[in-house]
């Protein structure tokens, strides 16, 4: 894998930000995009654009066979058994909603329970506390400890006979922590309670195989893959997602429609309601043949590589925090630079053209955890450099003798 | 001095920096000489929340009718800005800090800092002082 010749694939990469040649480290809140699924989105505009299904003409056949496609690639992606459990949302945090929703008007009832844990992303606890608490189920916690690694050992003593559901994510957005979903998964099934992996921070740089895991739902973000923005995936067993009522309304989602009596149409159509996204589900399609191309794990081992390489340039600055020491993490390093706030170091990073992501990082459950404001996050993809590792431990060198001498 | 004679006087002194981090230099030196806020002032209610950083904001009217700001961050860049607003808006009569407009954040190039999507507290707390100076103003009447 030629770093190089790959990075001329993505066109944003080669742009000076303040004077300094452009170091994108925040992919784990979104990847860039290679000149192909750009290319794929302009074509469709100017070659295939028409509205998909149930159109008579040409373009609208085209149109559709380009959606269907793509969920046909993503199934063989992630290894779904059908195309009825490809649903496609805007995103993963859409998939969660979808099916915080549908699962909790069908499952919950009051008094009920779910088992959340302590690192997911919010979008893996508002929802759920949106439909499941607000009906009267009762949130409990899987916790992990200060490496950042989930205490399993606990899940038992939380499942009870009113589990109704465990959501759980396979990788740490914050942290980097890959989980042992497997584990949790069969745990979960000893007790025949349904698993949700948000698999948003695991797509990009781990194989998914979702009848290996035998995880219930996924959930996935489309542009966290170097596909576009406003795309993503919910996967679900077919059992479930026929059970399940619709979560939206709309065209597309139905078979007749009367004033006395709806009916819905069939899986995968009747969580797709309104016109969906069809120019993203292309880009998707083809950023997962370009991922493909490369090879999931050629561009892990890359991945991995920078983030040993960062963690310990980091380390030896000395003077550093590092949160999340899991043992086996993808290429996320959250860190503070004791004595400074990580909302200045970031700022000062940006401005020698190094983009990294400060704050909460959308899990302040962790940062309660830490007992901290927020921490910096730089999180690696496929086309970074161990130069622009150096860049980036430059950067906070001179971002800690600004602000604590 | 009034408050624009004060805002030209800072887009000045700004002028002398051409790189960016000499700008920052000078804001983190303004943000740890400015007056600290006592931690009993750093209540709920004085907090102005930001995802990214927190500001503390105190304002009291003083004997002559200006009125007197104390703030605080814990972020110090956040805090050196904060600095300058205080120099900006401090023993300054109510009536002028509803009516002038606040140019020299932007004159000075940090205008990305008041962006409301930063969320570092700083967009809230010229709200916040201008919320003190309309109040300090009615409590006159």
Redesign the interface.
């Known amino acids: 894998m030629n770093i190089n010749e790959l990075r001329k694939d993505f066109p944003i990469l080669s742009q000076k930000i303040y004077g300094h040649n452009l170091v994108y480290l925040d992919n784990a809140a979104t990847t860039q995009k290679p000149q192909c699924v750009l290319d794929s989105v302009m074509k469709f505009y100017t070659v295939y654009n028409s509205n998909i299904h149930r159109g008579v003409h040409y373009l609208s056949e085209k149109a559709t066979e380009i959606y269907e496609n793509a969920r046909l690639k993503v199934k063989d992606f992630i290894n779904a058994k059908s195309r009825s459990e490809i649903i496609f949302t805007k995103g993963s945090t859409e998939a969660i909603n979808t099916l915080a929703y549908s699962f909790s008007l069908k499952y919950i009832k009051p008094g009920d329970e779910l088992i959340i844990s302590e690192m997911e992303h919010h979008s893996n606890i508002v929802p759920w506390q949106l439909y499941a608490q607000n009906k009267g189920a009762v949130i409990k916690v899987l916790p992990f400890d200060n490496n950042g690694e989930l205490l399993l050992d606990k899940l038992e003593s939380l499942i009870t006979e009113k589990t109704k559901i465990i959501c759980v994510t396979f990788v740490s957005n914050t942290l980097g922590t890959v989980n042992d979903i497997e584990k949790i998964i069969k745990k979960a099934h000893e007790h025949n309670i349904p698993v949700l992996v948000d698999a948003a921070q695991a797509i990009q740089h781990l194989k998914i195989d979702v009848q290996r895991l035998d995880c219930d739902f996924l959930a996935l973000s489309g542009h966290k893959i170097y596909a576009e923005t406003g795309i993503g995936i919910l996967y679900g067993k077919e059992k479930y997602l026929e059970e399940l009522p619709p979560y939206q309304g709309g065209g597309d989602m139905i078979k007749n429609v009367s004033f006395e009596k709806t009916t819905y149409a069939e899986l995968p159509l009747k969580f797709e309601a309104g016109t969906s996204n069809f120019v993203g589900a292309g880009s998707l399609h083809t950023a997962l043949d370009y991922v493909d191309r490369i090879g999931i794990e050629n561009i892990s081992q890359h991945e991995k590589q920078l983030l040993d390489y960062a963690t310990n340039k980091v380390e030896e600055i000395g003077g550093i925090t590092i949160y999340g020491r899991a043992k086996n993490k993808v290429s996320v390093l959250s860190f503070n630079v004791d004595g400074a706030h990580n909302y200045d170091v970031g700022m000062i990073l940006d401005k020698l053209g190094i983009a990294v992501r400060t704050g909460q990082h959308c899990t302040e459950p962790i940062m309660t955890h830490f007992s901290i404001p927020g921490t910096v996050r730089a999180s690696f993809a496929l086309y970074n450099t161990f130069e622009e590792v150096d860049r980036l431990v430059e950067g906070i060198k001179r971002a800690k003798k600004m602000l604590v001498g | 001095m009034t408050i624009n004679e004060i805002q030209n006087q800072i887009i000045d002194e700004f002028s002398d920096y051409e790189e ?2 000499d700008k ?2 000078y804001l ?1 030196e303004l943000g740890n000489s400015l007056e600290m806020i006592s931690e009993d002032q750093k209540t709920p209610d004085n907090i102005i929340q930001g ?4 500001v503390w904001l105190v304002a009291k009217l003083d004997d002559d009718g200006t009125v007197c700001f104390f703030a605080d961050s ?5 805090k050196g800005i904060i600095a300058l607003l205080i120099r900006v808006f401090n023993h300054q009569k109510p009536q002028d800090i509803i009516n002038t407009e606040l140019y020299f954040i932007d004159k000075i190039g940090l205008s990305e800092n008041l962006s409301p999507t930063r ?2 507290g700083l967009l809230a707390m010229i709200k916040q002082i201008r919320y003190y100076a309309l109040a300090f103003n009615a409590l006159k009447k």
Not at chain 2, 51 to 54: F, L, M, V, Y
Not at chain 2, 74 to 78: E, G, V, W
């Open positions: 960016w981090l920052y230099e983190i995802c990214q950083s927190r814990d972020a110090i860049i956040t969320a570092n």
